[in-house]
């Protein structure tokens, strides 16, 4: 068995780095791990919609066991407290923490897998390393968090989480590690990587709003205009993942919430949680998935690969608004090989275009969707922006058919 598992190693693709300039971002859209990706961030905020963070949920053993990992992460903060330092940001002993967490983690994560899966271990910690932050830089940003949805995607690839898992893999395992990435950012005065400031929609976290707003767009307690509300956050911190977030910030930033937050700010003007999350999800897409700079330290492998996906090939958008049953791990990450199962209840209702478009920053993504307007700071010299659900001949979620030869 250990030859065959090492035979197979071998037939694995290198774990590398792929977007080495800007004209290989057009690669990565046409790629399986982009279509992925974005699968399974739709298929888990269908799977999530109307669920509370600390409503009882299916926790399979492998999931547990994973959550277990955060523990001995722990005790490697408490192994290395932060140093004494004139400094305001990047507390050096940071640096000791994430040299034992890299000589720890795939003897940890080793243990956890079986020995059919013993092949997608390189891959896996690669993706789990990459997420706790950049040593040199002592600094932490998106794309850290999109090597750890890297990680959970490839656990559904790699069968090593059960479809049931859709639910938790994101209310408990993705939680815990952001309450961890939260930990190491207090605790060595992280620096954001690649913030735009106010401009930008958290300094370090995007895709818990993604998934936040799902969970509230059925039976949600309060209107999207209430979210900055000192009550609501207080209430609600902990059975929304949007919430929490909202309670972070407000806790690490002072002032207004309009004028550090403006683009969360914008979006209490937004009639429905619904409308947001597809908002989100174009924003992501643009200014996160299609930025160079967060792209190009972004390493692939068998389980997510830079294989280019069929022309025409369509990712599946969540289906918000209605409590629908979890969808299988397939139906999530490789929509287009599942049938659809037959609908049973109609669709919400198309989302129209918010305002007129209003670009806010730099953008190296050749898609050009239709964005607009929410709401600006009463302070704010500049509109804020997030990225419109639909109303664009432009499809985000399409790959185009390759031109004929000439």
Same mark, same amino acid.
């Given at each position: 068995m250990a030859d065959a598992n090492a035979y197979e190693a071998v037939l694995l693709p290198a774990i590398a780095k792929r977007v080495q300039n800007i004209g290989d971002l057009a690669l990565w859209q046409r790629s399986r791990a982009y279509h992925d990706l974005i699968g399974y961030i739709n298929g888990t905020s269908s799977a999530i919609q109307g669920i509370k963070s600390t409503d009882a949920m299916y926790e399979s053993d492998m999931l547990r066991k994973l959550l277990r990992i955060f523990e001995q992460l722990e005790k490697l903060v408490e192994k290395y407290p932060?140093?004494?330092?004139?400094?305001?940001?990047?507390?050096?002993?940071?640096?000791?923490?994430?040299?034992?967490?890299?000589?720890?983690?795939?003897?940890?994560?080793?243990?956890?897998?079986?020995?059919?899966?013993? !092949?997608?271990?390189?891959?896996?910690?690669?993706y789990l390393t990459e997420a706790f932050g950049n040593a040199t830089?002592?600094?932490?940003?998106?794309?850290?968090?999109?090597? *750890?949805?890297?990680?959970?995607?490839?656990?559904? !690839?790699?069968?090593?989480?059960?479809e049931q898992d859709i639910v938790s893999a994101a209310l408990r395992l993705f939680s815990r590690y952001l309450e961890f990435a939260r930990q190491l950012q207090r605790t060595y005065n992280m620096e954001p990587a690649g913030s735009q400031g106010v401009w930008s929609l958290d300094d370090f976290q995007f895709v818990p709003f993604i998934w936040g707003s799902a969970q509230l767009s059925v039976r949600s307690p309060f209107d999207p205009a209430k979210f900055v509300e000192e009550q609501i956050i207080s209430d609600y911190k902990d059975q929304y993942?949007?919430?929490?977030?909202?309670?972070?910030?407000?806790?690490?930033?002072?002032?207004?919430?309009?004028?550090?937050?403006?683009q969360l700010w914008s979006i209490t003007d937004v009639p429905s949680w619904v409308k947001i999350n597809?908002?989100?999800?174009?924003?992501?897409?643009?200014?996160?998935?299609?930025? *160079?700079?967060?792209?190009?330290?972004?390493?692939? %492998?068998?389980?997510?690969? *830079?294989?280019?996906?069929?022309?025409?090939?369509?990712?599946?958008?969540?289906?918000? %608004?209605?409590?629908?049953?979890?969808?299988?791990?397939? !139906?999530?990450?490789?929509?287009?090989?599942?049938?659809?199962?037959?609908?049973?209840?109609?669709?919400?209702?198309?989302?129209?275009?918010?305002?007129?478009?209003?670009?806010? %920053?730099?953008?190296?993504?050749?898609?050009?969707?239709?964005?607009?307007?929410?709401r600006p700071s009463a302070s704010a010299s500049?509109?804020?922006?997030?990225?419109?659900?639909?109303?664009?001949?432009?499809?985000?979620?399409?790959?185009?058919?390759?031109?004929?030869a000439e």
């Open positions: 932060p140093l004494d330092q004139p400094q305001r940001f990047g507390n050096k002993a940071y640096r000791d923490w994430a040299r034992d967490m890299r000589e720890q983690l795939p003897e940890l994560l080793g243990q956890l897998l079986p020995p059919s899966k013993q !092949k997608y271990l390189n891959e896996l910690q690669q830089r002592i600094d932490y940003g998106t794309g850290h968090e999109l090597s *750890f949805m890297f990680f959970l995607c490839a656990l559904f !690839k790699a069968e090593i989480l059960d993942m949007f919430i929490s977030c909202i309670d972070y910030i407000c806790k690490v930033k002072t002032g207004h919430f309009g004028e550090h937050s403006n597809m908002g989100l999800v174009k924003m992501y897409q643009k200014e996160i998935l299609s930025k *160079f700079p967060v792209i190009q330290h972004v390493f692939f %492998g068998e389980l997510m690969s *830079f294989e280019t996906v069929t022309a025409g090939t369509t990712i599946t958008s969540a289906r918000l %608004g209605h409590v629908a049953a979890p969808p299988s791990k397939r !139906k999530c990450i490789v929509p287009t090989l599942v049938p659809q199962a037959p609908q049973t209840q109609a669709p919400p209702p198309p989302i129209d275009a918010l305002a007129n478009d209003q670009n806010a %920053g730099d953008s190296s993504s050749e898609s050009s969707d239709s964005s607009v307007v929410l500049s509109a804020s922006l997030v990225a419109a659900a639909e109303g664009s001949g432009d499809n985000l979620n399409e790959i185009p058919k390759e031109p004929a």
